[in-house]
């Protein structure tokens, strides 16, 4: 129990100290007063909260230990580069006005289809006999 006990204070000194000493950029979710207040309280909770979540942690993540030297980076053949698709330049009014006309043209060869499709006879019957 002892052992959990000094455990516990490590804890909330060494959060205390980190959230101090962070600047108010690097702290997540709610003030910096906020979260010393709720490692005082909570002296547990409140410093995994605050290592899990309150404080922002560089993009490589958490280094342990010694850092590895750098290991030159091996040179290989890359791929050609993908062409890049052109660039539309139209304005939007232009794009719309396009995209009606493809409409229109999509709708009338369905037209002529459905004409081809139900014979020369559907077509004739508008003339002066059917008045």
Same mark, same amino acid.
């Given at each position: 129990?002892?052992?959990?006990?000094?455990? #516990?204070?490590?804890?909330?000194?060494?959060?205390? #100290?980190?959230? &101090?000493?962070?600047? !108010?950029?690097?702290?997540?979710?709610?003030?910096?007063?906020?979260?010393?207040?709720?490692?005082?309280?909570?002296?547990? &909770?409140?410093?995994?909260?605050?290592?899990?979540?309150?404080?922002?942690?560089? !993009?490589?993540? &958490?280094?342990?230990?010694?850092?590895? +030297?750098?290991?030159?980076?091996?040179?290989?053949?890359?791929?050609?580069?993908? +062409?890049?698709?052109?660039? !539309?330049? @139209?304005?939007?009014?232009?794009?719309?006005?396009?995209? !009606? @006309?493809?409409?229109?043209?999509?709708?009338?060869?369905?037209? &002529?289809?459905?004409?081809?499709?139900? =014979? +020369?006879?559907? =077509?004739?019957?508008?003339?002066?006999?059917?008045?």
């Amino acid at each position: 129990m002892p052992l959990l006990s000094l455990l #516990i204070v490590a804890l909330t000194v060494v959060a205390l #100290i980190d959230i &101090i000493t962070r600047d !108010d950029s690097q702290v997540k979710h709610m003030p910096k007063f906020v979260w010393v207040l709720l490692v005082v309280f909570l002296p547990l &909770i409140g410093g995994i909260l605050w290592f899990a979540i309150g404080r922002e942690y560089p !993009d490589g993540g &958490i280094r342990l230990g010694r850092e590895r +030297p750098a290991r030159p980076a091996r040179r290989e053949p890359s791929a050609p580069a993908a +062409p890049m698709p052109p660039v !539309d330049t @139209r304005s939007t009014e232009q794009q719309i006005a396009d995209l !009606d @006309r493809e409409i229109e043209e999509w709708r009338l060869r369905e037209e &002529i289809a459905k004409r081809k499709k139900d =014979g +020369p006879a559907a =077509g004739s019957g508008t003339g002066a006999s059917e008045v």
